[in-house]
């Protein structure tokens, strides 16, 4: 107990965390704000607030009518929250953490293959939507089409801009850069 005064530490912040900076055991988060102002990270924000659009105008609709319309929504929202996720994911610097994975590559593909997905979704949703021309949530299945178009536009936008960074790693191996779009 003698030795209590002189273990105390008065310190009330340090250096880390007013720079934003947060040690989560061995691991350093830091917010990565002028990946904000980047455009693929515009583009994952638009693909997020679209993508919210598209799912939550079908949820409000009677879509259960229609099981084709149980793909948009499957489709809609695991793509939106894995883009939710992989969003703060390059914010937060969590991908420099994973060093083996080829991330320009990794972004690549997961775009092409979200752009694919979304495509199929929009199609199947503005093939349905006419069935409920006469319906009140007419409105809302068009306007979700409408949307997972622009949407399926965005996700080919990121596609490009992810394929742009993976050519222009200079040596042609997408394993050897580990900085995300």
């Given at each position: ?5 002189g273990q105390v530490n008065t310190?009330?912040?340090s250096a880390a965390s007013q ?163």
């Amino acid at each position: 107990m003698g030795d209590f005064p002189g273990q105390v530490n008065t310190q009330t912040s340090s250096a880390a965390s007013q720079q934003g900076n947060s040690h989560l055991g061995n691991m350093a988060v830091s917010m990565d704000v002028s990946f904000i102002k980047t455009i693929p990270a515009i583009l994952m924000l638009v693909e997020i607030g679209v993508g919210l659009l598209t799912w939550s105008l079908i949820a409000s609709a009677h879509y259960y009518f229609h099981p084709a319309i149980g793909w948009v929504m499957f489709v809609a929202v695991t793509l939106w929250l894995l883009t939710i996720a992989l969003f703060f994911m390059l914010f937060f610097g969590l991908h420099q953490r994973l060093s083996s994975v080829p991330w320009p590559l990794a972004l690549m593909v997961y775009y092409a293959v979200a752009t694919f997905l979304y495509l199929t979704a929009f199609i199947t949703n503005a093939a349905v939507a006419n069935a409920y021309f006469y319906t009140v949530v007419y409105g809302h299945m068009a306007a979700a089409a409408f949307f997972g178009c622009v949407v399926t536009l965005t996700y080919g936008a990121s596609t490009f801009f992810a394929f742009m960074a993976w050519k222009g790693d200079g040596s042609g191996n997408a394993a050897g850069s580990t900085v995300p779009v």
